[in-house]
């Protein structure tokens, strides 16, 4: 038999006593895969392999207009997950070697930008778009400005920077050192204001931290610093930082918006997904 994939939304709304309600709707049910969705405003964006593990495209459904489309075209090619702000989708592809964005407002994909080594993990916000380049033979981030069509070397030293996040002025990464295959190398994050044009450095514990995400002033990571993941938060307000989960099985993704963190959890022997609401101090179990 082959086992169903689902892309779901999930809905909280609050009544008024206060508790919270949910409705989950199921966007997209199939027998192949469906994986590392995004979402903003009505558009849910995600991997899809309907058409084999060789040719992993994007697709994008309209919550608006309950109508789906498939977003990047190439074929065969090897989409990896996308990212999506306003009227704009970005991902990475691995075979041409690129970074693409598509324009819902003009139909148009375009790659803006392409080496011979290796570009990834890219995130937009606005008309920015950050990813990680191996052009000069080490890992640093890069900038694309969609409405200047200009582009931009953040990171100039030599060891790995990789996996960045933006959020209006401010570009996070982890730094990874020169060692970026070993599992138990030390890493910090760090943080660049376009503004100012300043770096800070915003961790210093020494351990191996993943998958940074930015929203407002507060910053979410992940860390392999214990036998299993943990999910802790930076405010660059208040400049405290603070374990968010605290159960051993957490290891999945995770999302960071407005004052709400919501990641996937392993601590009832299944996948579930929780949400940790930090004008409120509460988790709650979402699935």
Do not use: C
Request: zero cysteines; aromatic letters at 12%; hydrophobic letters at 30%.
């Amino acid at each position: 038999s082959v086992s169903k994939s689902a892309i779901i939304t999930v809905s909280p709304a609050y009544r008024v006593d206060g508790q919270l309600t949910l409705t989950e709707t199921p966007v997209k049910i199939d027998k192949l895969e469906q994986f590392y969705p995004a979402i903003y405003g009505d558009r849910i964006v995600w991997l899809d392999n309907r058409k084999g593990w060789g040719d992993i495209d994007i697709y994008m459904y309209d919550l608006s207009t309950s109508k789906e489309t498939q977003i990047s075209t190439t074929e065969p090619s090897h989409q990896l997950p996308p990212a999506i702000y306003g009227d704009s989708i970005v991902w990475a592809d691995i075979p041409l070697v690129g970074i693409f964005t598509y324009n819902f407002f003009t139909s148009k994909e375009t790659q803006i930008s392409k080496n011979e080594i290796s570009e990834s993990s890219p995130d937009i916000y606005g008309d920015k778009v950050v990813w990680t380049d191996g052009r000069n033979g080490n890992g640093d981030i890069y900038l694309y400005d969609l409405s200047s069509h200009e582009e931009t070397q953040i990171t100039t030293n030599e060891s790995n920077q990789n996996s960045p996040a933006i959020y209006n002025d401010r570009i996070i990464w982890v730094d990874s050192g020169n060692d970026l295959g070993n599992l138990e190398s030390e890493s910090n994050i760090y943080l660049y204001n376009l503004s100012n044009k300043k770096e800070t450095q915003i961790t210093f514990n020494g351990s191996r931290l993943l998958n940074p995400a930015i929203y407002g002033d507060r910053i979410i990571w992940k860390t392999d610093h214990t036998p299993n993941a943990t999910i802790y938060m930076y405010n660059l307000s208040t400049h405290n930082e603070t374990q968010i989960t605290a159960n051993a099985s957490y290891g999945g993704g995770y999302a960071i918006y407005d004052d709400k963190i919501a990641w996937a959890d392993y601590r009832d022997g299944n996948w579930d997904i929780y949400m940790y609401n930090f004008s409120t101090y509460k988790e709650t179990r979402i699935t």
